[in-house]
């Protein structure tokens, strides 16, 4: 069964940072692009990032850009989001998501986590 | 940028009843939709992948149709645990993948 386990949320202050970890279980976590995706208070479901299957090539929605770095530990099945600079409209629940390719290029996603609360506040 | 569009926002039905939801992107891309249902504290789930593709363990009573800009998701009856909020998906761009708002069915 797969399952991916977030952790690493918390309040912080705008300005601050935070780590975010996704411990996967249950496939082969080496060979999949794994993604976070976000859902603020009342909205609806935004893509953040996306890392490719050895970890060579990341890449960011416009409004992370140069804040967020994500990450993985292939040795661990280990997905991380590290967040900096946080911003008030940052607040969300971030899933961690297992990628699905076709013909070599992720399309959606099979396997969500049950999301980790950040909430940017003073 | 290609935006996501579904509608209604809110789907009042009964149980038993057919349930009909769309999606229309602002332009065609390479990509097909995928379908999401979310249930309030869980973790959303893949309904449809490739438009039309089951994900695996999904009743039949859910289908997926559509090509193009105009998708469709099919609820044939509704049970009591289909009450969710649905999210269609796709690869608008590379690299860039895009959710619609959503569309609450509620029993009514």
């Known amino acids: 069964e797969v399952q991916l386990l977030e952790s690493g949320g918390g309040l912080v202050q705008p300005g601050g940072s935070l780590r975010l970890s996704c411990v996967a279980s249950g496939f082969t976590f080496s060979i999949y692009a794994m993604s976070w995706v976000r859902q603020a208070p009342g909205r609806g479901l935004d893509w953040v990032s996306i890392i490719c299957d050895n970890g060579g090539c990341t890449y960011y929605e416009d409004s992370v850009k140069g804040r967020f770095i994500i990450s993985r530990d292939n040795s661990k099945n280990i997905l991380y989001l590290e967040m900096n600079n946080l911003r008030a409209e940052d607040t969300a629940l971030y899933y961690c998501?297992?990628?699905?390719?076709?013909?070599?290029?992720?399309?959606?996603?099979?396997?969500w986590g049950q999301g980790v609360l950040v909430t940017v506040s003073s | 940028e290609i935006v996501l569009t579904q509608s209604p926002v809110t789907l009042s039905l009964s149980p038993g009843e057919r349930a009909t939801l769309s999606c229309r992107t602002s332009q065609s891309a390479s990509s097909p939709v995928a379908w999401y249902q979310h249930k309030p504290g869980q973790a959303p789930r893949l309904l449809i992948y490739?438009?039309?593709t089951r994900a695996a363990g999904i009743p039949a009573r859910f289908s997926g149709s559509g090509s193009g800009t105009d998708f469709t998701l099919t609820i044939s009856s509704l049970e009591p645990e289909d009450f969710a909020i649905y999210y269609c998906q796709q690869r608008t761009d590379w690299p860039l993948w895009t959710f619609g708002q959503g569309t609450k069915v509620e029993i009514k």
């Open positions: 490739g438009a039309s």
């Open positions: 998501v297992k990628g699905v390719p076709v013909a070599g290029k992720t399309t959606h996603f099979d396997h």
